[in-house]
Nanobody, 115 residues
Framework: QVQLVESGGGLVQAGGSLRLSCAASGSIFSINAMGWYRQAPGKQRELVAAITSGGTTNYADSVKGRFTISRDNAKNPVYLQMNSLKPEDTAVYYC?????????WGQGTQVTVSS
């Protein structure tokens, strides 16, 4: 089992920045990849950015050049640096971790970008 705890959400004006953090505990040795997803009201949850245990990163087209996913050591914690935020980035952001069999999710953190 893996437990994930997010922090760092909040209210920011358009053009501003926020950094989200995700701390994993439990069987972190089994994690193959970690990432950030978001879900806006009335919309499906979507991938924002992901990083594999080997360091390969992947981003949604909508955030390329503005968001950066990173980590302090091999797997933990994982950060999402969000710059040049737009009102359409407003959503609940969820940390995700994957092992060979499971998807694990954090409780989510609200990000609100005002225009």
């Amino acid at each position: 089992q893996v437990q994930l705890v997010e922090s760092g959400g909040g209210l920011v004006q358009a053009g501003g920045s926020l950094r989200l953090s995700c701390a994993a505990s439990g069987s972190i040795f089994s994690i193959n990849a970690m990432g950030w997803y978001r879900q806006a009201p009335g919309k499906q949850r979507e991938l924002v950015a992901a990083i594999t245990s080997g360091g390969t990163t992947n981003y949604a087209d909508s955030v390329k050049g503005r968001f950066t996913i990173s980590r302090d050591n091999a797997k933990n914690p994982v950060y999402l640096q969000m710059n040049s935020l737009k009102p359409e980035d407003t959503a609940v952001y969820y940390c995700n971790a994957q092992d060979d069999l499971h998807d694990y999710w954090g409780q989510g953190t609200q990000v609100t970008v005002s225009s």
